[in-house]
């Protein structure tokens, strides 16, 4: 088979024990790693066809894979107003401002990465912003992407003017006169007013999904465990890895809603494989709860406001029969759990499958923002794989818990946050991601966010926990080998090795070398996806 690409003057990093390699160039071939060796004999399997990249000894790390990320959802909800930038109403306001100045009459204004803490001490409601969006509808989606503000002309539109019930935790806000304080909590209430604003064109997401996806490759990222697959997902994947224009490998699963029947449980099951190139279904999203931010989240003690205590599953029951059907299946799952009750009856649930005998299938929890001492050597003890994002916990919370979680939590709680060293101490598996769009995909500052736990803004505030800082290596393994064995490819993923992909990543110095705090400033001079570059810096 024609070697595809050569890469020389490397220095080639294992993830595994921190050191490089003896080996200085390395070949590709039918999107494999064919040989490694030095310059001159890996040089000697190029021929007129080979692309040849001479390194002059930049850094290649197997190809990092974000382990938690919603790239189609992503894509359209990032469009519009970025608000993460806003730290108090008089920003959020102004920003709306301008905003507002540049709409033509009746369009509808869309705003993304609201923080609560934004709002200090206040209630997060669309009071403080009533004057400037008076007759605008606007929708602001809150960080969390759990819940969004909507204003008083959004609702009006919508039709939604007091409360409404719902078959899943979700609430329509309102005031002691029920009247909509414009905060709608959980997809189901956000959709109220979502399906009235205007939508964009197919093209036009897909083309957004392109974009993000190139931008993705350059910041270094062969793949990602996509955690979704809702409305148009797999199409473009589809059609993307069908043009020869999908840039990273995506590992896709479903969501399974509370309410699945039979009939919704075996077209899930019976899915799973499908796919293309560079995608496939693997596994199956759930949730058990919603987040701390906004009062969804299911907490063994409720929290400063007497809220998050309840499952998202109104019958938490239901949820563990569906783990053992499928887990009896084969399907691996992966179920968002914040809360400490969320997570102990995940793993409890996971516990009671595997007592029907079947071993090997790798469950994972997402997010496990906050959890109690017994509860971390389950996660090895029943090889439950704890999916981490490090940068939330650096960018959403204060060292001093002076933010909205930490508060809500109150101290004891907030003293556990984001356990990302306790875990690894307790021999969990551990993958990093970064739930994008919730936090900013690029990897460098996932692994630095895990190293470092201080605020991306402003590296001179104090880290929030540091004690549960990750070293450099175990940051790396989080998104490399930590990666390929939450997605069960470590035959063939996570290492530099003769046989595995040939998915790289390039950067101009040692990132386990590199501090933590200059780690985002690292340049990403090459990325290879099944043997073909998807980026490289003009330098090369």
């Not at 990602?224 to 059609?239: I, K, Q, R, T």
Request: aromatic share 4%; glycine share 10%.
């Amino acid at each position: 088979m024609r070697t595809s690409l050569v890469l020389l003057s490397a220095r080639l990093l294992d993830p595994v024990t921190g050191a490089l390699l003896p080996e200085t160039a390395l070949a590709a071939s039918g999107g494999r790693i064919a040989a490694l060796g030095d310059d001159r004999g890996i040089r000697a399997l190029a021929d007129s066809g080979t692309t040849v990249i001479d390194l002059k000894g930049a850094v290649v790390t197997p190809g990092l894979v974000d382990g938690h990320l919603h790239p189609v959802s992503g894509a359209e909800l990032t469009h519009g107003l970025d608000l993460s930038g806003c730290t108090d109403v008089d920003q959020v306001r102004a920003a709306l401002a301008g905003e507002v100045r540049r709409l033509a009459p009746g369009q509808w204004l869309h705003g993304w990465g609201l923080d609560p803490n934004a709002f200090g001490d206040r209630p997060v409601e669309t009071a403080p912003f009533d004057a400037v969006l008076d007759g605008v509808p606007a929708l602001l989606l809150l960080f969390d992407a759990h819940s969004m503000l909507a204003s008083r002309r959004a609702l009006e539109l919508a039709g939604v003017d007091g409360p409404r019930t719902f078959d899943q935790a979700s609430e329509v806000v309102c005031d002691a006169d029920g009247r909509p304080t414009g905060l709608l909590l959980e997809d189901a209430a956000c959709e109220l007013v979502e399906r009235v604003a205007p939508q964009p064109t197919r093209e036009e997401r897909r083309a957004r999904l392109a974009e993000a996806l190139r931008a993705m490759a350059a910041a270094g990222l062969t793949g990602g465990h996509a955690m979704d697959a809702n409305g148009d997902s797999l199409a473009f994947y589809a059609e993307l890895d069908a043009a020869g224009e999908l840039p990273l490998r995506l590992r896709v699963a479903p969501w399974c809603q509370p309410g699945a029947d039979a009939e919704a449980l075996r077209a899930l099951i019976g899915q799973q494989g499908a796919g293309g190139a560079l995608w496939r279904t693997d596994g199956v999203k759930l949730f058990m709860d919603g987040t701390i931010d906004n009062g969804t989240a299911w907490l063994e003690r409720p929290d400063c406001h007497g809220e998050s205590t309840h499952a998202f599953w109104p019958d938490p029951e239901a949820y563990t029969r569906i783990i053992g059907e499928f887990h009896r299946a084969g399907v691996p799952t992966a179920t968002h759990a914040i809360g400490d009750a969320a997570v102990r009856h995940v793993l409890d649930s996971v516990e009671k499958a595997q007592a029907g005998g079947v071993r090997g299938v790798r469950h994972r929890v997402e997010h496990i923002e906050t959890v109690p001492d017994d509860t971390l050597r389950r996660f090895a003890e029943l090889g439950v794989v704890a999916s981490m994002q490090p940068t939330h916990c650096c960018d959403f919370t204060r060292a001093d818990h002076t933010d909205n979680w930490s508060r809500r939590l109150g101290e004891e709680r907030a003293s556990r946050a984001w356990r990302c060293r306790d875990l690894q101490d307790a021999g969990a598996a551990v993958v990093l991601g970064s739930d994008w769009p919730i936090a900013p995909y690029p990897p460098l500052g996932v692994m630095a966010g895990a190293r470092h736990r201080r605020p991306s803004r402003d590296l001179t505030q104090p880290p929030h926990g540091p004690e549960q800082a990750l070293t450099a290596l175990e940051a790396l393994q989080g998104m490399t080998v930590g990666a390929a064995y939450a997605a069960g490819e470590e035959h063939e993923a996570g290492r530099i090795a003769v046989g595995h992909r040939a998915d790289l990543t390039v950067l101009a110095d040692n990132p386990l070398t590199t501090p933590a705090t200059d780690l985002t400033r690292l340049p990403v001079l090459l990325t290879v996806l099944d043997g073909t570059p998807t980026h490289r810096d003009a330098g090369l």
